[in-house]
């Protein structure tokens, strides 16, 4: 069956990106992603050295099929040859569907007043987050997978519905992006099995929202075993949101290296901004982490209100006889401060109380010195 093109939508996408770019879908596409992308990438030209003309950026799935970035399509004529050009292409390759311009989806301005965290700067802009950190073979870090997730299939389809799951009930909207294109999403069903497929790419995003109400819940998902959750806006106090936080955060406690909620920025914060708000102590900065993200199953990033930690991190901390330690099976224990308020009552926690708190877990805090005497991770 020939592939069905909608010109007119792929003109108004066209426009929509400035006449210069646009976001191509293939819907209701037979065949797999790796077959759209290989046809993509037989027509971008390696020896354009004066990128000229145009070039795909991005090839990622859809709940209904493929999208992709077309960059530097200057003009009708090029952009209705290019589109004729791929359609004859997808046909040979006996990939069906419907290709059509898709406009890439615009999350409310309310959840995107802060996208970078500085310490001390914009504080009434940040919100409790929880920062989960999945276990994983960390040989297949010498061969990645594509888009550099590594947590196994299994696992991977747990975190994905429990993450849909968490975010569904902050209202009836929902975005999902997937290499950087945001799709509107009218069933939540298939949010769980779009971010699974969005990992393909790197990393996946998904909000969902009740624009009238002006509040949401976010997850974001990155190689290669980290995701975020976390609530913003409505009317909830912080304790609602920090026990909304905890019971994401144990649901899938023996399937974590560690997980804490913390400060940070709106807009489904990243793992990468971990410590940008509140700098980690010892001298331990973020970028400590590449190549040595196996640690974090021995030793904590940093002390917070509420942890899930496993037996090695309870084994090494100094003295939590003032903390409450719930078990949680499979090895695993939420830790939780007595007194939440100087942690999450305020955009930022009060100091001295984050410094009494990384004295009593000591020896179990990661450090540049513990960093520096690793050989990194095994290897198979």
């Given at each position: 069956m020939p592939i069905d093109v909608d010109h007119s939508s792929v003109r108004g996408a066209w426009k929509?990106?400035?006449?210069?770019?646009?976001?191509?879908?293939?819907r209701g596409a037979s065949g797999a992603i790796e077959r759209f992308g290989d046809v993509l990438q037989d027509m971008d030209d390696p020896d354009d050295a004066a990128n000229e003309g145009p070039s795909i950026q991005i090839a990622t799935p859809l709940d209904d099929g493929f999208v992709a970035l077309i960059e530097s399509?200057?003009?009708?004529?090029?952009?209705?040859w290019w589109v004729q050009d791929l359609a004859r292409r997808l046909d040979a390759a006996d990939i069906s569907g419907t290709l059509e311009g898709r406009p890439s989806a615009r999350y409310p301005d309310e959840v995107l007043a802060s996208r970078t965290p500085r310490a001390h700067r914009h504080a009434e802009q940040l919100e409790p987050t929880a920062f989960l950190a999945w276990s994983f073979d960390h040989t297949r870090l010498a061969a990645p997978p594509a888009g550099g997730w590594c947590v196994a299939p299994d696992v991977t389809g747990r975190i994905c519905d429990h993450h849909a799951r968490w975010i569904s009930s902050a209202g009836p909207q929902t975005i999902v992006s997937t290499g950087g294109f945001n799709i509107e999403v009218s069933d939540p069903n298939p949010v769980a099995s779009m971010l699974a497929a969005a990992l393909t790419t790197g990393q996946a995003r998904a909000l969902c929202f009740d624009r009238d109400a002006g509040r949401g819940r976010w997850t974001t998902l990155t190689g290669p075993a980290w995701t975020t959750l976390q609530p913003v806006h409505g009317e909830q106090g912080w304790r609602w949101r920090v026990a909304a936080l905890r019971d994401g955060m144990v649901t899938l406690a023996a399937d974590l290296d560690q997980a804490f909620i913390g400060p940070s920025g709106r807009a489904g914060s990243?793992?990468?901004?971990?410590?940008?708000?509140v700098p980690f102590g010892g001298g331990l900065e973020q970028w400590h982490l590449v190549g040595h993200t196996h640690l974090l199953a021995d030793y904590l990033l940093d002390a917070s209100g509420v942890q899930v930690i496993n037996d090695a991190h309870l084994a090494r901390a100094a003295d939590l006889t003032a903390w409450d330690v719930t078990p949680l099976g499979a090895g695993h224990h939420l830790v939780e401060a007595r007194d939440l308020a100087p942690w999450y009552a305020t955009p930022l926690p009060d100091q001295d109380t984050v410094n009494g708190a990384r004295a009593d877990f000591g020896p179990a805090l990661l450090t540049p010195e513990i960093i520096n005497a690793d050989p990194g991770p095994p290897r198979s």
């Open positions: 929509a990106g400035g006449s210069h770019q646009v976001w191509l879908a293939l399509i200057l003009d009708e004529v090029t952009l209705e990243w793992w990468l901004s971990v410590g940008a708000t």
